[in-house]
């Protein structure tokens, strides 16, 4: 069977991840109890653990994309193909959802240890491997 996904059918789902993560986070965000509160810089805390995460799945992506774009512009005999390039389309996406997540859900700015700084390198990175991923679908949809 295979899997036919335009540029504007990812674009969509990734809107519809971004704006789903954003609307699960308003609410605590909203609250004006919460205080930010500065972090140890050693400590590594939930907001550090989920940006880290979010930017390794997004390099992952990025790199994954990258290769299959290069495997379809014949610089390389072999790479990982059309299967690597939803997988690194799946992660890049991933990775740009969790960190919105943690940007939106972020108390505090930059250098408060809550994660912010990691989580908006981890989209921009997440976006950049989803074109990637994207344009090496579109290139390899006529080889297969």
């Not at 995460?53 to 379809?72: D, E, I, P």
């Not at 014949?74 to 959802?97: E, I, M």
Request: charged letters at 10%; hydrophobic letters at 60%.
């Amino acid at each position: 069977m295979s899997v036919r996904l335009s540029v504007r059918r990812t674009a969509a789902v990734a809107a519809a991840v971004l704006a789903a993560a954003v609307a699960s986070a308003a609410p605590a965000a909203a609250d004006a109890r919460l205080r930010p509160v500065a972090v140890a810089a050693t400590a590594l805390s939930a907001g550090r653990l989920g940006a880290v995460a979010a930017a390794l799945l997004a390099l992952a992506g990025a790199v994954t994309g990258g290769l299959a774009l290069a495997r379809c512009a014949g610089r390389v005999s072999s790479g990982p193909g059309r299967r690597g390039a939803v997988l690194a389309l799946g992660a890049a996406l991933t990775g740009t959802a969790l960190g919105a997540l943690v940007t939106t859900t972020a108390s505090g700015g930059l250098g408060t240890g809550n994660g912010l700084g990691g989580a908006v390198v981890a989209v921009l990175v997440g976006l950049a491997g989803a074109a990637l991923s994207a344009l090496a679908l579109t290139r390899l949809r006529g080889t297969g």
